[in-house]
């Protein structure tokens, strides 16, 4: 089992930036790749990031790309989302997930989610 839980959400203007971390207990975080999405209301969850279990590789949503950074400290058993240049559009409940094997995009293939962390970006 792989404990996890969001953090960093919040209220941000456009165009300002938050950084959301997932703290991971249990099980050896390193062990799992790990992903972020996110789910707006009314719409499907949705893949934002993600990274494999040593951090080598990233993959990120065309929407985000170049303006959002996944990274890792796998000492401190922590994910990271840097979002930069936020976006109203960006507006949504943000989860980190993570799995064994193979770094996916797709949210059903994740075992592992945390509990999720608001992010609202004023226009």
């Known amino acids: 089992q792989v404990q996890l839980v969001e953090s960093g959400g919040g209220l941000v203007q456009t165009g300002g930036s938050l950084r959301l971390s997932c703290a991971a207990s249990?099980?050896?975080?390193?062990?799992?790749?790990m992903g972020w999405f996110r789910q707006a209301p009314g719409k499907e969850r949705e893949f934002v990031a993600s990274?494999?279990?040593?951090?080598?590789?990233?993959y990120y949503a065309d929407s985000v790309k170049d303006r959002f950074t996944i990274s890792r400290d796998n000492a401190k058993n922590t994910g990271y989302l840097q979002m930069n240049s936020l976006k109203p559009e960006d507006s949504a409940v943000y989860y980190c997930a993570a799995k064994s094997g193979l770094v996916t995009t797709t949210p059903a293939s994740y075992r592992y989610w945390g509990q999720g962390t608001q992010v609202t970006v004023s226009s």
């Open positions: 249990g099980r050896t975080f390193s062990s799992y790749a």
């Open positions: 990274i494999t279990w040593g951090g080598g590789s990233t």
